[in-house]
């Protein structure tokens, strides 16, 4: 509620095309959740969604990553250098290593150094953002292929960013896990508020879905919601938000006029299947409509 594409990091951009993406208020505290964020949930829930023979395979049973490996994964991604960062990452799947331990003993010691990097300067908030977008990508290209349940007929989710966020990070594991659990799913991750709602128009979805990073865009999101509800061919589109922000202040979530807040991301088809139902039967004249 294909990790999403942050940004496409092409090797060695130049300067002036990173000036010309660079936010205008670089946010210290909003960087530093989002590598949070990464480590401390989007990476153990993406490891817990594409499972293999077992879980996380011990040390002492597979090759190890060491600081080598680590520090040079970090200089490629610090240095916009992508070409580098994939190998990498391909030589310790080579190696043996599984999947899972690349995730948890290489890209998120990777996005907290990356953090490290911006609180002592030694990178820009530019070069950060950008760093962990390649570090998303390879999440993406390189995790196992999941065997979703059958579609046909499923029912729609539509996910986006909240306007004006610039970390779109997670999107994009809500959507496996929905697509996993039989959902069709289309993601919006760099559209504006007149796309989403011409969308809503011409397609039915059954759940829109937003992320929130930071509270500074709840007004627009707020006026969006109201405006996709208005729009959509679905006339009880259900809302589902997610972010630590709603987790921290529940009462957001029916400030913004959403239906539901999503605090785990394995939940959060279950919760969307309850909303939906509840939908369903106030249609029919069954159960009036309410809030989860």
């Given at each position: 509620?294909?990790?999403?594409?942050?940004?496409?990091?092409?090797?060695?951009?130049?300067?002036?095309?990173?000036?010309?993406?660079?936010?205008?208020?670089?946010?210290?505290?909003?960087?530093?959740?989002?590598?949070?964020?990464?480590?401390?949930?989007?990476?153990?829930?993406?490891?817990?969604?594409?499972?293999?023979?077992?879980?996380?395979?011990?040390?002492?049973?597979?090759?190890?990553?060491?600081?080598?490996?680590?520090?040079?994964?970090?200089?490629?991604?610090?240095?916009?250098?992508?070409?580098?960062?994939?190998?990498?990452?391909?030589?310790?799947?080579?190696?043996?290593?599984?999947?899972?331990?690349?995730?948890?003993?290489?890209?998120?010691?990777?996005?907290?150094?990356?953090?490290?990097?911006?609180?002592?300067?030694?990178?820009?908030?530019?070069?950060?953002?950008?760093?962990?977008?390649?570090?998303?990508?390879?999440?993406?290209?390189?995790?196992?292929?999941?065997?979703?349940?059958?579609?046909?007929?499923?029912?729609?989710?539509?996910?986006a960013p909240a306007p004006g966020e610039q970390h779109t990070f997670g999107l994009t594991v809500v959507g496996d896990v929905f697509r996993r659990a039989g959902w069709?799913?289309?993601?919006r991750l760099e559209s504006g508020a007149d796309e989403l709602l011409k969308l809503a128009r011409a397609t039915w979805f059954d759940v829109a879905g937003f992320s929130?990073?930071?509270?500074?865009?709840?007004?627009?999101?707020?006026?969006?919601?109201?405006?996709?509800?208005?729009?959509?061919?679905?006339?009880?589109?259900?809302?589902?938000?997610?972010?630590?922000?709603?987790?921290?202040?529940p009462h957001l979530i029916a400030d913004v006029g959403a239906d539901a807040g999503v605090h785990d991301v394995r939940d959060a088809p279950g919760l969307a299947d309850?909303?939906?139902?509840?939908?369903?039967?106030?249609?029919?004249?069954?159960?009036?409509?309410?809030?989860?």
């Amino acid at each position: 509620m294909q990790i999403a594409p942050m940004a496409r990091v092409n090797p060695r951009r130049s300067d002036q095309a990173r000036a010309e993406i660079r936010p205008a208020t670089p946010d210290r505290a909003e960087l530093g959740a989002l590598v949070d964020a990464i480590t401390g949930q989007i990476i153990p829930k993406l490891v817990q969604t594409r499972p293999v023979a077992g879980s996380v395979v011990e040390h002492d049973r597979v090759p190890a990553i060491d600081e080598n490996d680590i520090a040079r994964f970090v200089r490629a991604l610090s240095s916009g250098d992508e070409g580098i960062a994939e190998h990498v990452v391909v030589e310790l799947l080579a190696r043996g290593v599984p999947w899972q331990n690349v995730c948890l003993d290489l890209m998120a010691p990777a996005a907290c150094r990356l953090g490290q990097f911006w609180e002592s300067d030694t990178c820009n908030f530019t070069e950060v953002t950008l760093a962990l977008g390649t570090l998303q990508r390879l999440l993406r290209i390189t995790a196992p292929p999941m065997t979703p349940t059958s579609i046909e007929g499923g029912r729609k989710l539509l996910l986006a960013p909240a306007p004006g966020e610039q970390h779109t990070f997670g999107l994009t594991v809500v959507g496996d896990v929905f697509r996993r659990a039989g959902w069709h799913v289309q993601e919006r991750l760099e559209s504006g508020a007149d796309e989403l709602l011409k969308l809503a128009r011409a397609t039915w979805f059954d759940v829109a879905g937003f992320s929130v990073a930071g509270g500074v865009h709840l007004d627009r999101l707020a006026r969006v919601i109201a405006s996709l509800r208005a729009a959509s061919i679905n006339p009880r589109l259900c809302i589902m938000v997610g972010g630590s922000l709603f987790l921290q202040r529940p009462h957001l979530i029916a400030d913004v006029g959403a239906d539901a807040g999503v605090h785990d991301v394995r939940d959060a088809p279950g919760l969307a299947d309850k909303l939906v139902a509840t939908q369903t039967l106030a249609r029919v004249g069954r159960a009036p409509v309410r809030k989860m």
